[in-house]
């Protein structure tokens, strides 16, 4: 069995779950839900990321301690993933003690290879606002010269506060090489060039250790140091796999799906660190697009922020899950409007889903007494079908590889409207008329048959309805989970007197 390991970014637990966070580890659980059904040996990860200064001054705000609010909120995402039938193997909570090893050991290895050494760390502070400014923060925002704060124009101080430094200089040469020498280390190919262009024009040496907060892990040997959240934060995926101990067998990561926000820390920073450590680095990282909602930006301050359990009480999981992957082309952004799921679903699910599921069962039922009867000999018509359906299976595999979730619901889709159009062509009711009991038998069967397989290839996006879906075909009550392509993904294993169950709307039109 191919070992398959695939991660989310660990979710901050200072904010509340919303639809950009869902957005990842559906993706995610879509690849898991597919490389397992495909014989793979999965480890899907997922968690929360608890350490820092925005999480201590949030409890602090709230006269709590840190990990009193970090408990309250892992709650939430603990509780809101099976919501979202996420199938994840693994939760990791940056305050678990596997966690402080891992980053620890991670300290250490770093130290002992002589990637990390003390200086100083200057930086700019607005008191009135109690915020850190670098120095490339304020010129960009066109501050520098007048050394005023690009939030609220006053007089920003200087500040010089001593720190840990990882050699990121040290890599550039060592990460260009290894990105042009493995072209789908970063996807999609447009971030890839943004990496490229960042290396290219440079790599300072990274601050890696705070003294101005605790709430984090000390750097051994010198406590009054914090490890610099990042540091911290992307070592969770080497935690998972049981770092320091031995690690091959789940690292390194087949995937890291992230946004695109945090590309710089997870093929830049984090691959440096790797090579540092004497570590392999991750196969690939992909980073998504954002979603805007009713075309404005997400923001607590607008309260627009799309929850999620509030989504649920309207929608069902696999509606919403569907609609993020089939609406917009993972690695670009998109827009999350309520018009534009209702048409998603009611063209493409209620109409054409639904419609062949339904006629092809109601036919079978009203014809054949719901029995798969003996087939004639097939048409070039019903070879096409076939041929469809099996390019489909092919089509969506490759999709997965790239992380291209619109192209693999796009070619299932593909195969549902051309299911339709069979029916349209065929006519079985004619057939029916006719006394043509053979060839009626024959287009039945083609159609059932490929709504299987189809429904196999869609179960990894929408487990529940999917499930709904085999269990009329089947007429038993099937998990999708149980199901491997191995043994059910062939043309052709529906025999001769399988009875299938009555049909029940699995799709209902949304008004
Ligand atoms: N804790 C870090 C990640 C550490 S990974 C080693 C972090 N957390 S986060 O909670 O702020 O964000 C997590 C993910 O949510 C990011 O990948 C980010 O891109 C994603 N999203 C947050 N808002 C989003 C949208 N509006 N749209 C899509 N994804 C968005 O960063």
């Known amino acids: 069995m191919q070992s398959y390991y695939v991660t989310t970014p660990i979710y901050y637990v200072n904010d509340e779950p919303h639809i950009g966070h869902a957005y990842t580890t559906i993706a995610a659980d879509v690849l898991a839900r597919h490389y397992r059904m495909s014989g793979g040996d999965v480890f899907f990860l997922t968690g929360v990321d608890e350490h820092g200064q925005k999480v201590e001054q949030a409890a602090e705000a709230r006269g709590i301690q840190s990990i009193e609010l970090a408990d309250a909120v892992v709650e939430r995402y603990r509780s809101l993933w099976p919501s979202l039938e996420i199938s994840n193997d693994d939760f990791i909570r940056t305050t678990e003690a596997r966690h402080k090893k891992a980053v620890t050991a991670m300290w250490q290895r770093l130290d002992k290879a002589g990637a990390i050494y003390k200086g100083f760390y200057e930086d700019w502070y607005c008191v009135p606002c109690e915020t850190y400014w670098t120095g490339t923060q304020l010129k960009d925002a066109g501050r520098w010269e007048d050394k005023v704060c690009p939030d609220c124009t006053r007089a920003v101080e200087q500040v010089k506060e ?20 493995h072209p789908d280390f970063i996807g999609p190919e447009s971030r890839r060039n943004e990496v490229l262009r960042f290396v290219e024009g440079g790599l300072r040496d990274l601050s890696v250790s705070r003294t101005t907060f ?10 009054k140091h914090v490890i610099y959240v990042w540091i911290d934060a992307l070592t969770n995926y080497l935690t ?9 067998a789940q690292w390194p990561a087949d995937v890291h799906l992230i946004g695109k926000d945090i590309l710089r820390f997870h093929a830049v920073y984090w691959p440096c660190m790797l090579m540092a450590a004497g570590l ?7 980073a998504h697009g954002w979603w805007t909602v009713e075309g404005a930006k997400m923001s607590k301050s607008k309260g627009n922020a799309l929850q999620l359990d509030k989504l649920l009480e309207t929608y069902d999981a696999d509606t919403i899950r569907y609609f993020l992957l089939r609406e917009v082309p993972f690695g670009q952004d998109g827009d999350f409007s309520f018009s ?3 048409q998603r679903y009611n063209t493409e699910l209620a109409n054409d889903m639904g419609n062949l599921l339904n006629r092809s069962l109601s ?30 299976q092919r089509d969506v595999d490759a999709a997965m590889q790239r992380q291209a979730f619109h192209e693999a619901l796009e070619k299932i889709h593909a195969v549902v409207r051309h299911g339709n159009r069979y029916v349209e062509e065929n006519a079985p009711w004619a057939l029916f008329k006719q006394g043509d009991h053979l060839r009626l038998a024959t287009v039945l069967y083609h159609l059932i ?28 009550d099937i998990r999708v989970e149980s199901l491997s392509l191995a043994d059910s993904g062939g043309w ?6 399988h009875v299938c169950g009555k049909p029940a709307p699995v799709f209902p039109r949304m008004d």
């Open 214 to 223: 605790s709430w984090g892990i000390p750097v051994p040997g010198d406590e």
């Open 280 to 286: 392999p680095l991750p196969k690939r990282i992909f």
């Open 162 to 181: 001593e720190s840990y430094f990882f050699r990121l200089g040290d890599y550039q040469q060592k990460l260009l090489d290894h990105i042009h020498a």
């Open 363 to 392: 036919m079978l039922h009203k014809y054949q007494d719901g029995a798969l009867a003996a087939i004639g000999s097939e048409q070039e018509i019903d070879r096409s079908l076939v041929a469809a359906v099996e390019a489909m």
């Open 340 to 342: 534009a799921l209702k």
């Open 240 to 248: 998972a796999a049981g770092f320091p101990d031995d690690v091959s």
């Open 449 to 476: 048959e490929s709504l299987r397989l189809i429904v196999l290839q869609l179960s990894p996006f929408m487990p529940k309805k999917c499930s709904l879906m085999l269990a009329q075909i089947m007429n038993a």
């Open 492 to 497: 052709g294993l529906l025999s001769e007197g």
